[in-house]
Each structure stands twice: as structure tokens, then as C-alpha cells.
């Protein structure tokens, strides 16, 4: 994918130039470096300094600790509220299932009693339900998705490679700026057809190498989710976790886990019984700030994560 025809901004006619030379397009190359958009979160903006800043982010944790909706929160704050737009790679999970996680948070955002995953799909296809009080609530909160995030967010849901990806942003009009990608999750994401990559390792690297080079090209920020290595603890949080390659570390700007809060296996059993439940984001990696961790609140039934104190 990577273009290797075009020679490296410091190499001219044979020779070095020299930073000195470059100075008016190294100055203009250093707004590309501000935050693309707040991430929601005013804990994860401070240790971020500000939100999203381009390049590829990490987060991971094991099955259930919310991972997916924690980065869909982000992506749909990103094109409500952040004056930007969000590309969501979904290569686990259908658009309809995530955008009905967005529906039930909204739905819980707006006061009452939250509609559940189970009530939407219900309530949608059964037109007997028409006008009564709970679809009109449904209503009320698909509205509010349709209007105010959806016309910025756009879901890949089919077969995809980083290859396509790549073609997709490069085909994007040059003066509009380009979205934030949500890929879930990396480990998924294919080849291009005929890359014989050698093992895993070696198709996870080069998958990692593309998207930072993705990031570099358009200044977007790549949210990346990860799973995490067999036989990891539930309240688990180290670099060493992260599955299939150490380029997810070394090539990332910022990576962050997700855990279960507790003391020890029983009291982190009993938390993930809760709801909600409580949680804990350990950003370990963060190439322009401080690392740190935020604790919060998931609520797996309303599809949204709440800071808390402590």
C-alpha cells in the first residue's frame, strides 16, 4: 500500500536538506499534530491533551468490559458534538447492532426508563407496538441518532481490508476532512487478497504498519480495538496483553485497557455481576502526555460509560 516511488521530504537531488531548509513546511506540518476532536470523556481529553490527536490509539480489554461501546461513545461524540465525522470498520458485530447501541444509550440519555437492546428490535418490527407510549420513546431516541449523529458516521460492515480502507480515504475529496476511523477490531481486519503474509505476527504488523501510515497521510486518528492475550486476568492492564503483535505498542500513540475495578478474582467476579458496573481505563501509553487511569461507571444495558469518582 505504502507509496516507496516517492522520495523521503529530507532526501532532495542526492543530497540531505537540512531541517533549516525545511523550516515553512515543517511549521505548517505542526498543526496536523493538534487533537482532531474531544473524546466525550473530559478525564481521557486532559491526559490526551485535548482528545484524539492523529495516529492510531489502542484499546483493549477482555470480552465484556465494554470495549466496542467505549469506542462507539467516542465515535458518535466525535460527530455530534466534534465538528468532525467517524468511519466505523465493524468487523464483528452488524451496523444494526451498533447502531441500536447507540439508539438504547440515547434512549437512556433522555430520562425515563432506558429501552433495552432486546425492547428496540422488538418494538421495531412488530407493528402492533405503533403509538403506544415505549415506541414512541424509541422513536424519540432513533430521531435523535438519525438527525444528530448519523449524517457524520458511516459504517463498513462487509468484508473489508486495510487495503480498502486505504482506497476509501484516498479517494476522499482532498479539501474535506477526513473522519476518524473506529476499526473493531484489528485483529480482524483481512489482507488485501494475495498478501502471503508469513504467520499472524507478520499480517498483524503489516496491518498496524498500514493504518499508521493511513493516520500520517490524512492527520486522522485511528481507534483501534484490540483483544488480548489468552490466559490475560480480568483485572489485567499491561502493554504485554495486547494480541498478535508488539507493533500495536510501539506503533501507536496512545493504548488504554479496560478492567473490571476490584481487589482481587472474587471482588472483580461480583463487580462484572453489577450493574452497572464498575470500571477502570488505564491509558499505559501516551506518546504526548501523561499516562493515567479514569475510573468509570458501564452500564451494559443502556450502552454507555459514565465517569466516576475515585
Same mark, same amino acid.
Given at each position: 500500500m505504502t507509496n516507496n516511488t516517492v522520495p523521503p521530504p529530507a532526501l532532495e537531488g542526492g543530497r540531505l536538506r537540512w531541517n533549516s531548509e525545511r523550516r515553512d513546511e515543517l511549521l505548517s506540518s505542526l498543526g496536523g499534530l493538534r487533537p482532531y476532536a474531544s473524546t466525550g470523556f473530559s478525564s481521557l481529553d486532559r491526559l490526551l491533551g485535548g482528545g484524539l490527536c492523529p495516529g492510531l490509539h489502542v484499546l483493549s480489554a477482555l470480552p465484556g468490559c465494554g470495549k466496542t461501546t467505549l469506542a462507539l461513545m467516542i465515535g458518535d461524540h466525535i460527530a455530534r458534538f466534534g465538528a468532525g465525522s467517524t468511519m466505523v470498520a465493524t468487523l464483528e458485530m452488524s451496523a444494526a447492532s451498533l447502531v441500536c447501541k447507540s439508539i438504547v444509550r440515547l434512549s437512556a440519555e433522555q430520562g425515563g426508563t432506558p429501552l433495552t437492546f432486546s425492547e428496540v428490535a422488538r418494538l421495531a418490527r412488530r407493528p402492533e407496538a405503533v403509538g403506544t407510549p415505549r415506541f414512541e420513546e424509541l422513536m424519540a431516541a432513533a430521531d435523535a441518532y438519525f438527525s444528530e449523529i448519523a449524517p457524520r458516521v458511516a459504517m463498513v460492515d462487509a468484508a473489508v481490508t486495510v487495503d480498502t480502507l486505504a482506497h476509501i480515504y484516498d479517494a476522499l475529496p482532498a479539501t474535506e476532512r477526513k473522519p476518524c476511523l473506529i476499526v473493531d477490531y484489528v485483529q480482524l481486519l483481512r489482507r488485501p487478497d494475495g498478501d502471503a503474509a508469513a504467520t499472524d505476527y507478520a499480517a498483524l504488523t503489516a496491518t498496524v504498519t498500514d493504518l499508521c501510515a493511513? *493516520?500520517?497521510r490524512h492527520s486522522v486518528p485511528i481507534l483501534c480495538i484490540s483483544s488480548q492475550n489468552r490466559g490475560a486476568k480480568r483485572g489485567?492492564?499491561?502493554?504485554?496483553?495486547?494480541?498478535?503483535?508488539? *507493533?500495536l505498542e510501539y506503533g501507536s500513540v496512545s493504548a488504554s485497557f479496560l478492567t473490571v475495578d476490584g481487589e482481587d478474582d472474587s471482588e472483580r467476579q461480583r463487580n462484572a455481576e453489577m450493574e452497572p458496573r464498575p470500571v477502570c481505563l488505564h491509558v499505559l501509553k501516551n506518546r504526548f502526555g501523561p499516562c493515567g487511569r479514569i475510573p468509570m461507571w458501564f452500564s451494559a444495558s443502556q450502552g454507555r460509560f459514565i465517569e466516576r469518582e475515585g
Open positions: 493511513i *493516520a500520517q489485567g492492564a499491561s502493554l504485554d496483553l495486547l494480541s498478535g503483535s508488539s *507493533a
